[in-house]
């Protein structure tokens, strides 16, 4: 298991029993030794380890939701994981992430353990996530979309939260208002209220506890926040 016992060992401690632990119980015996300190550590804060474990099962259940797994999808997950974690520990998720894509995910017990055990702006990190995997194809999926909309729900997401997502990557009407989680009546006020808002809730500086290569990935959710801010501007001329 090498590099991938590293970082996934990091999450053992999280995700060992329950739900997750029973997906992954056929991975345990091969590097529970290397690791047996760190699965006796159950954490609070989000490690990476069990960031990418979650990330894993979530991605399985997404990619299954049009009964079709596409190459495009495991490729921006394998790019992303390389991102992350490197060649080598990559290359062994991804063939956990195959094993996972031949089981029953219990979608709702699985999102409830996250919650229970991540924090909220990690929780929103792993939905940017979903929506990425979701689009890799060039479209979205409805049936995708609707798996990923009920994860928000086990999740814990706000539906302000899972709006403003949503439509950095399927913009709606006044998407850029959506973003902000305001409507086009609000005030010029509201509107720079509000971005200060969203700048503090997207900011990496959130996801920070995940590691510099996470906390890089945020970067894509802080800049679309600002993009819609200057749009809004723009077309209302605010100083």
Known sequence: MGGFAKWLGGGLGWVFG?????????LVGSFLDESSSETRQVSRETTPGAFGVSLLVL???????????????????KQYFISQFGVDSTREAMILLRDLLKQDIPLRDV???IAKNMD???RIHLLHFLFGVAG????????EVAVIEKIAGYLGISSGDYTSVKNMFIPDT???YKILEIEPGASDEEVKKAYRKMALKYHPDRVSHLGEDFRKAADEKFKKVNEAYEKIKKERNIV
């Open 18 to 26: 329950g739900p997750i632990g029973g997906l992954l119980g056929f």
């Open 59 to 77: 991605v399985a259940a997404v990619m299954k939701a049009d009964r079709r797994v596409l190459k495009s999808e495991l490729e921006y997950v």
């Open 111 to 113: 999102c409830r353990q």
């Open 120 to 122: 909220y702006s990690s």
């Open 136 to 143: 890799a194809d060039g479209k979205f999926d409805q049936d």
């Open 174 to 176: 006044d998407a850029a």
